[in-house]
């Protein structure tokens, strides 16, 4: 650790000496050495103790966090419009400042906002009522809102601030006349200016800044409380049901959406939140939830939680698969078959792998063969495949002989002569007539023996089911 603060301080004492492009002189030696003797005193002290401040905590991120372009590729590299800095404390810090300096726009709007829904001027309210109304019963308006917007709420104000009206009772004309534009302007173009720091606007800010950072955080946390239960299957009834009316309400909707008086239902959905925005309702609503809201949220969650426990069904069988395993034996080198493997592969002649060379893959013993993952064996033992054929075929496996009989063994097949391709059916037990029959049928005077390849296989088979996951609530 030392070692390291050591190399950190070195990297920082060199970056301040190549800032500055040249070795400093004997007066600016003079000058640090008289602040070092004044305990880094004044305000050039603390922000160079600011910065290299900032430059350990770089170096220390830089260890523990990938530095960009510490992957470089030799060729001629495109450069990425879309690619963002680093995480770097300083570029942080520069950027909040900034940030916060320009936010006070959008939580002016946001007062606004609340001040228009909570009813504080009226006339404001019902104003922006009429215009919801208008544009529920007519939404081709939509199209003319941005434009009203542009006009009346940024060009018109923007002019009269460079053309305010005189002051009230200055002239003895102004009853008759009024606001008149003319002239030429008065006053300087309102242009917004970001808030200077320290300053009351950036406090201002910082603190709304602050409380929305936090009611974000809480309406999160609402929202995963109450809506990701019902979503994510945790309480897989309740999950069930809602996946049950949201499939009915489509289907409802589909057939029956055209029929629907759209224009007052929106018109409906967007008077709701300001009615109920409104003082004298928010209190009424409160003391009528104290009397009988409690009881009707008990009885409607009593009516869902015995319609869920009578009509939806979570008790089927889990869902099973049938799992494979073959069993590879070996010829050695006195003629006996010995154990070699079990693997998810019959390694048959015209394998990819038996074409590489590779050895099969698998495990040595029966008892270690494991069921897949997420799943758990349905059966206590594993069951030979008496259909061999069937599994050769679905494979397209030529070049074998397969026993229909007895051990249901698929051995390799060959020829000094040439390659043999195809399949033989070797009924088990062989009687010496059917076996120079077929000797006959293969090729005259080709021993069976002789025509058996270095590598045997059979199939077994096993059934799994699917996991049940633990319950964590």
């Not at 054929?389 to 051990?407: L, S, Y």
């Not at 059917?434 to 090729?443: C, G």
């Amino acid at each position: 650790m030392d070692d390291f603060t050591t190399e950190i301080i070195a990297s920082a004492e060199d970056a301040n000496a190549g800032e500055g492009g040249s070795q400093p002189s004997q007066h600016d030696k003079d000058n640090q050495q008289q602040a070092q003797k004044k305990g880094w005193g004044g305000l050039a002290g603390l922000r160079d103790r600011t910065s290299l401040q900032d430059r350990l905590v770089d170096r220390l991120l830089q260890q523990v966090m990938p530095i960009d372009g510490s992957v470089q590729d030799n060729s001629e590299a495109v450069p990425n419009p879309f690619e963002r800095p680093n995480f770097n404390l300083t570029i942080m810090s520069n950027n909040f400042r900034r940030f916060n300096s320009r936010i006070g726009v959008v939580f002016r709007f946001q007062d606004k906002v609340e001040a228009l829904l909570s009813w504080q001027t009226t006339s404001h309210t019902v104003s922006y009522l009429a215009i919801l109304t208008f544009v529920c019963l007519d939404p081709y308006l939509l199209a003319a809102l941005p434009i009203g917007i542009l006009v009346f709420g940024i060009l018109i104000p923007g002019f009269v601030a460079r053309h305010p009206a005189p002051p009230k009772g200055t002239l003895s004309s102004e009853q008759s006349i009024g606001y008149s534009p003319t002239g030429p302007p008065l006053a300087p173009a309102a242009t917004p200016k970001p808030a200077k720091e320290l300053s009351m606007d950036f406090v201002r800010n910082a603190r709304d800044l602050q409380n929305q950072m936090g009611d974000f955080s809480n309406g999160y946390d609402k929202v995963v409380e109450l809506l990701v239960p019902i979503a994510n299957f945790s309480n897989e009834a309740l999950s069930s049901t809602v996946f049950l009316f949201a499939v009915l309400g489509g289907i409802v909707m589909i057939l029956a959406a055209h029929m629907l008086p759209w224009r007052f239902i929106f018109l409906i959905a967007t008077w709701t939140p300001v009615i109920l925005c409104h003082p004298t309702v928010t209190k009424l609503l409160h003391e009528a939830r104290k009397s009988q809201g409690n009881v009707q949220e008990a009885l409607a969650k009593t009516w869902l939680d015995n319609w869920i426990a009578d009509d939806v069904i979570l008790d089927s069988a889990p869902e099973t698969r049938e799992v494979e395993i073959f069993e590879l034996q070996r010829k050695s080198a006195a003629g006996e078959w010995e154990s070699w493997v079990f693997s998810p592969n019959p390694y048959d002649p015209l394998s990819q792998a038996r074409i590489t060379g590779d050895r099969p893959k698998g495990t040595r013993f029966f008892e270690d063969v494991m069921p897949p993952t997420a799943w758990e064996w349905s059966e206590k033992k594993w069951a030979l495949d008496l259909w061999s054929r069937e599994w050769v075929e679905e494979r397209i496996i030529t070049g074998v002989e397969v026993e229909t009989e007895g051990e249901r063994w698929v051995y390799d097949i060959w020829s000094d002569k040439e390659e043999r391709t195809g399949v033989i059916d070797t009924p088990e037990p062989v009687k010496s007539k059917d076996m120079a029959m077929r000797q006959t049928s293969w090729e005259e005077g080709e021993d069976t023996i002789e025509r058996r390849g270095d590598w045997r296989r059979r199939r077994w088979v096993r059934l799994v089911k699917r996991k049940a996951a633990p319950d964590t609530s």
